[in-house]
C-alpha cells in the first residue's frame, strides 16, 4: 500500500513507497560494508578506500548515467539499477557464508554498487519533477529525504548493527529481497513517471547520436552563471566533507569508543538531526528564502564538523554529527530543488549526471585525503575539512543569498507540458 504523502497526490505516493524500499537496502549497505571492513582491517586509509570507491563511479558512469536517463522509460531504469543492485546482494551473502569475503572483494562490490547508484540516484532525481510541480519540490524532496533518513537510520542502520552480534548473514539475506521488491515497486509507477513526456516534443527532430550528448549536461551547466558558480562551490564542500567524514566509523569506535553492536544507534544522533532538517527545510525556506537558507546551513555544516575534531567526546560527536546531518539535508533539499526547477525535463539525466561527475566523482580524493589525515590522528580530518568548508560558505555567503526560490524559476517545460499537481495525472499522459 503506498505511504501517505498529504497534498502530493497519488502519484508522488507510489514513488515514496518505492523509494522507501530502496533506501532499506541502502541502509543495510551503508551499515555492514563499514563494519565488515572493520573485522578485516584497522588501516584508517584501507578503511577510506571504501568511501572513495562508493564515489569513484560518478567520476565515470555519472554523465553516460544521465543519457541513458533521459533516453529510455525511467521506471526501467530504476529497476535495472535494482536488479544489479540485488545480485551484489547475493554475491554478498554467499561470500561471507563461504568465509572467502576479504578486503578486495569488499572493494569490488563497493564500486559495482556505486555504478548503478549512478543511474538509481539520477532517474529518481528526474522523476520528482514528473510527479510534482515547482512549487512542491521542496516539500517532495523533503519527504523524500525524511524517509530516507528513518529508514535507513532509523531502521536499518540500528537493525543491522545490532544483527551483527547475532549473525552477519541476516542482515546481508534482507539485502537482496528488499532491492528485488524496490525494482518491483518502480515498474509499477504510473506512465507519468517514465519521463517521455518532456521529450516528447524533440521526437521529431533529427536523434542526436549518444556519444554527442556527453556535453550537453556540461553545456548547460556552463551557460548558466548561477548554475556554474554553485556547482564549483558545492564540490568544493563536498570535498570537505567527505575528507572529515571518511574514516568516521574508526572515530566512533576507537576515539569514542563505542561498541561495534551499537554503531548503528550511535548514528541514530545523526538520523535525528537530518529528520529535523527535512521537518524544517520547507518552512525556513518561506520564512527566510532559498538563499539565505542554504548559506547558514552550509557554514553550520562546516562548524558542526570542526566541532566534533575538536571536541572528541561522545556528547560532542553526537551534538555535532546531529547538526552537521540537519545542516546537510536542508542544504541537499533546497540545493536539488532549485537544480529540478532550473533544468529543463528533457535534459535533467544528463544535467544531473554532469553536475555529479564533478561533485561525487571527486569525493573519493576527499575520502583519501581524509584517510591520510586520520593516520595523524582521527580528528584531525574533521578539524580541517570543517574548518575549510566553513570559510568557503563565508566567502560565498552573499551568492548563496542572492538564489532564488524554486517557483520563482521558468525553464521552458511549461510550454511543453501542464504544470504537475497534487491532483489525478493528467489523462493525456497516461495509455
Do not use: C
Not at 554498487?113 to 549512478?118: K, N, P, R, S
Not at 549536461?217 to 564542500?237: A, E, H, K, Q, V
Not at 542572492?402 to 520563482?408: G, H, K, R, V
Amino acid at each position: 500500500m503506498a505511504a501517505r504523502t498529504s497534498g502530493l497526490g497519488r502519484d508522488f505516493a507510489n514513488l515514496f513507497t518505492a523509494n522507501l524500499a530502496s533506501s532499506l537496502g541502502d541502509g543495510i549497505v551503508r551499515t555492514s560494508m563499514p563494519l565488515l571492513a572493520a573485522r578485516i582491517t584497522h588501516d584508517p586509509f584501507a578503511i577510506s578506500a571504501i568511501a572513495a570507491l562508493a564515489l569513484l563511479p560518478w567520476l565515470f558512469f555519472a554523465i553516460p548515467a544521465g543519457i541513458l536517463i533521459d533516453g529510455v522509460d525511467r521506471r526501467k531504469a530504476l529497476a535495472l539499477a535494482q536488479a544489479v543492485r540485488t545480485i551484489l546482494g547475493v554475491v554478498t551473502f554467499l561470500l561471507v557464508l563461504t568465509g572467502s569475503l576479504t578486503i578486495w572483494w569488499i572493494y569490488s562490490i563497493i564500486f559495482v554498487y556505486g555504478a548503478f547508484e549512478t543511474v538509481y540516484d539520477g532517474a529518481i532525481r528526474a522523476v520528482v519533477p514528473s510527479v510534482l510541480g515547482k512549487s512542491d519540490l521542496p516539500r517532495g524532496n523533503s519527504r523524500i529525504e525524511g524517509g530516507e533518513l528513518i529508514v535507513q537510520n532509523f531502521l536499518a542502520g540500528p537493525i543491522t548493527s545490532a544483527l551483527f552480534v547475532v549473525s552477519v548473514l541476516i542482515p546481508l539475506g534482507a539485502t537482496g529481497v528488499v532491492f528485488a521488491f524496490a525494482g518491483a515497486l518502480a515498474l509499477l509507477l504510473p506512465k507519468v513517471a517514465s519521463g517521455t513526456q518532456f521529450t516528447a516534443a524533440t521526437h521529431a527532430q533529427p536523434r542526436v547520436p549518444w556519444y554527442r550528448q556527453f556535453v550537453d549536461g556540461l553545456r548547460f551547466i556552463m551557460d548558466n552563471r548561477m548554475l556554474r558558480t554553485l556547482w564549483f562551490f558545492s564540490t568544493f564542500g563536498g570535498l570537505m566533507s567527505s575528507a572529515a567524514t571518511a574514516s568516521f566509523v574508526l572515530y566512533i569506535l576507537d576515539t569514542l569508543k563505542v561498541p561495534e553492536g551499537l554503531f548503528g544507534a550511535f548514528l541514530l544522533t545523526g538520523a535525528v538531526g537530518g529528520l529535523i532538517g527535512a521537518v524544517v527545510a520547507n518552512r525556513l525556506k518561506h520564512r527566510w528564502g532559498t538563499g539565505l537558507t542554504m548559506a547558514i546551513a552550509t557554514t553550520t555544516s562546516g562548524v558542526a564538523f570542526a566541532f566534533v575534531g575538536l571536541v572528541p567526546t561522545l556528547w560532542a560527536g553526537a551534538l555535532g554529527f546531529a547538526a552537521s546531518s540537519l545542516a546537510i539535508t536542508i542544504w541537499n533539499i533546497l540545493v536539488i530543488s532549485l537544480r529540478q526547477s532550473v533544468i529543463p525535463g528533457r535534459l535533467l539525466g544528463r544535467v544531473h549526471g554532469t553536475w555529479r561527475t564533478l561533485l561525487w566523482g571527486s569525493m573519493p580524493l576527499g575520502a583519501l585525503l581524509g584517510g591520510l589525515l586520520a593516520r595523524a590522528g582521527l580528528s584531525l580530518p574533521f578539524i580541517i575539512g570543517g574548518a575549510l568548508e566553513a570559510i568557503a560558505s563565508i566567502l560565498f555567503f552573499r551568492f548563496l543569498m542572492s538564489l532564488p526560490n524554486p517557483e520563482d524559476v521558468d525553464n521552458g517545460d511549461s510550454v511543453l507540458v501542464a504544470e504537475p499537481g497534487p491532483g489525478p495525472t493528467d489523462p493525456a499522459l497516461e495509455r
